[in-house]
Structures are given as structure tokens and as C-alpha cells.
């Protein structure tokens, strides 16, 4: 066990820090592709440098509690920012940090709430089965039809709250983005009505389930749009 552990380890560690890689790389791939009035748009950094910023930055969100990756994710968006040129024009990043937390503020505590209901809500439905399971380890009194059903109704109850709050950070998130934006001395503004995104998201959820993935770039671009 210890000697697949450390190989798992020296697997994902490497795969993280590439990924970083690839993340500037598509980026820049999209920008040298976008033209506006016969010139183009680039990204003036380096995709190593960005990937080991990726890295480092990963561990922190773990170490906090997860309080780290609003910062995190605005650092690396920042920099991809501050990275991008329009011809000898360059782009400049002013996030701010406080609309974002305050959104993660509520998705953090509202997710724990959630969390610890909905296992006591469990509890109660299918708690002497949760216990055999445990202490005979096997799931044999788990697999009963009414065990299920119950306990699909419990988790679908606890699940819905929480994809909203996550699709409210994610309306937050998106609205920092832009407004970190800056260019030639003009920033930014965006704000997304609540409900109209909520629906989007839900339906664009909905549409590539459905489509078993077909429909994703379509989802994708009414999202952009």
C-alpha cells in the first residue's frame, strides 16, 4: 500500500504542475486565433513559470480549508490578465477580492449546514442499516430497494441546495472576472441576473445529460452569450 501510494504520488504531482501548462497554453492558443481589425491578441508570458505558480498555489487551498482558492483562482486569472496584449496594447488587472469571499462565505458555511442536515436527516431514515454496514463491512443492508429510495430522496433533497449555492459562486466568480478587466484605462462592469443565470445553468446542465455530451459546446456558448 505504501509503495503504491508514493507511485501515485510521483504520478499527480508532475500531472499537476502540467496542467497549469496547459491551462496558459490554451489560452494563449485561443487568443493568437482572435483577430480585431487585422490584429491579433496574445499572451506575452511564459506557460512554465504560470504552471509552477499552479502548482504551488494548489497546496494552499487543502491547507485552508478551501478559503484559499477564491484568492488563488483571481491570482492565476490576474496574471493571465495582466499577460494578455492587443497589439502594443496591454491589459491590466484590478480585481477585488471582497464581492468574491463574501459569495464563498456563504457557499462554505451554507455547504456545511447542508453537509452535517443532510447526515442527520440520514440518520434518521437509514441509520440502523448505516451501522450494520459498518460494523459487518458490507454493504448487504444497504441493498434494499426501500434503503435506496430513501436514501436517494435524502442526498437529491441535500444536493439541490447546495448546486445553487455553488452556481450563485460561480455567477460571482465570472462577474469578478470581467470586472477585474482593464484596458486603456476603461474596466469592465458586469452583472448577471440571478434567476435568468440560475436557469441557464440548470438547463444547460439538463441539455448535456440529455445529449450524453453532444450538446456541451452548444450549453457553453449560450452561457457565453
Known sequence: ??????????????????????????????????????????????????????????????????????????????????????????????????????????????????????????SQFIGPEIVAAVQGLTIKPLANAAVLKQAAYVLGGGLLPLSVLMLLYRKAWIEHFVASISFGGAQLQLKLPRAQFLWICVSNILMTIFSLGALSAVAEARLVR
Open 1 to 122: 500500500v505504501r509503495q503504491f501510494r508514493w507511485q501515485r504520488l510521483m504520478i499527480s504531482l508532475p500531472l499537476l504542475f502540467l496542467l497549469g501548462s496547459v491551462v496558459y497554453r490554451k489560452r494563449q492558443h485561443i487568443l493568437r486565433r482572435t483577430w480585431l481589425h487585422g490584429t491579433r491578441f496574445d499572451l506575452s508570458g511564459w506557460a512554465w513559470s504560470y504552471a509552477w505558480q499552479h502548482f504551488w498555489s494548489a497546496f494552499l487551498v487543502p491547507l485552508t480549508l478551501g478559503w484559499a482558492a477564491p484568492w488563488r483562482a483571481s491570482k492565476l486569472s490576474g496574471r493571465k490578465i495582466s499577460e494578455m496584449h492587443y497589439g502594443g496594447k496591454h491589459f491590466v488587472a484590478r480585481g477585488h477580492l471582497k464581492p468574491l469571499y463574501s459569495s464563498f462565505a456563504v457557499l462554505w458555511f451554507g455547504g456545511g449546514l447542508i453537509y452535517v442536515g443532510t447526515l442527520v436527516v440520514l
